[in-house]
């Protein structure tokens, strides 16, 4: 059974970068799949943060990509979120979730299966 | 971009049958999938490519696609399904995208 468990600090400061690892178990990330992160201030919806496909290749939200950076550890089983220069509109519940993508036909798809129990982060001073 | 548009809140009594809809005008071009959020926990996948059911998921729960509006239909709700109710996109260009989300409250 895949598990994905999130975790980095909860308390980050305002203009300082937001580090977060996501641990997967029961699969190995080299395999395949996408590996993606999501996030929801509080009170609000999802937002998708990026993805980063087992070989390396990230995809990220437009109005994030200037300041998000996702990378992939295979050997410790684990894909990373680096947020720089965060303000409070960062703080938010991230969720790390396993992404299933590919082509039927014409349509391509790519949806999230298996996501992890969240971690809070807050921004402030 | 685009935006994919769900009504705030639906209500329904137990035993009915529930609809959400999202639209877009690039959903007649693309899947869409649904994700159920009870509180404080985390997204559960419950419809994917507009109609398919993963594993697990009750068969109350079922998806259609017309044009540019895809619904959530919940046959005969019960009272655990009240939750938030998003839909999700994505475009091959890789970028994803989240509708507003649904609260459905069981009367």
């Known amino acids: 059974q895949v598990q994905l468990q999130e975790s980095g600090p909860g308390l980050v400061k305002p203009s300082e970068t937001l580090s977060l690892t996501c641990t997967v178990s029961g699969y190995s990330i080299s395999s395949g799949y996408y590996w993606g992160w999501i996030r929801q201030p509080p009170g609000k919806g999802l937002e998708w943060i990026g993805s980063?496909?087992?070989?390396?290749?990230?995809y990220y939200n437009p109005s994030l990509k200037s300041r998000v950076t996702i990378s992939v550890d295979t050997s410790k089983n684990q894909f990373s979120l680096k947020l720089s220069s965060v303000t409070a509109a960062d703080t938010a519940v991230y969720y790390c979730?396993?992404?299933?993508?590919?082509?039927?036909?014409?349509?391509?798809?790519?949806?999230?299966?298996?996501w992890g129990k969240g971690t809070t982060v807050t921004v402030s001073s | 971009s685009y935006e994919l548009t769900q009504p705030p809140s639906v209500s329904v009594s137990p035993g009915q049958t529930a609809r959400i809809t999202c639209s877009a005008d690039?959903?007649?071009?693309?899947?869409a999938y649904w994700y159920q959020q009870k509180p404080g926990q985390a997204p559960v996948l419950v419809i994917y490519k507009d109609s398919e059911r993963p594993s697990g998921i009750p068969e109350r729960f079922s998806g259609s696609s017309s044009g540019t509006t895809v619904t959530l239909t919940i046959s005969g709700v019960q009272a655990e399904d009240e939750a938030d109710y998003y839909c999700q996109s994505a475009d091959s260009s890789g970028t994803v995208v989240f509708g507003g989300g649904t609260k459905l409250t069981v009367l």
């Open positions: 690039a959903l007649p071009k693309q899947y």
């Open positions: 979730a396993r992404g299933t993508s590919g082509w039927s036909g014409r349509y391509y798809y790519y949806y999230m299966d298996v």
């Open positions: 980063i496909y087992h070989s390396g290749s990230t």
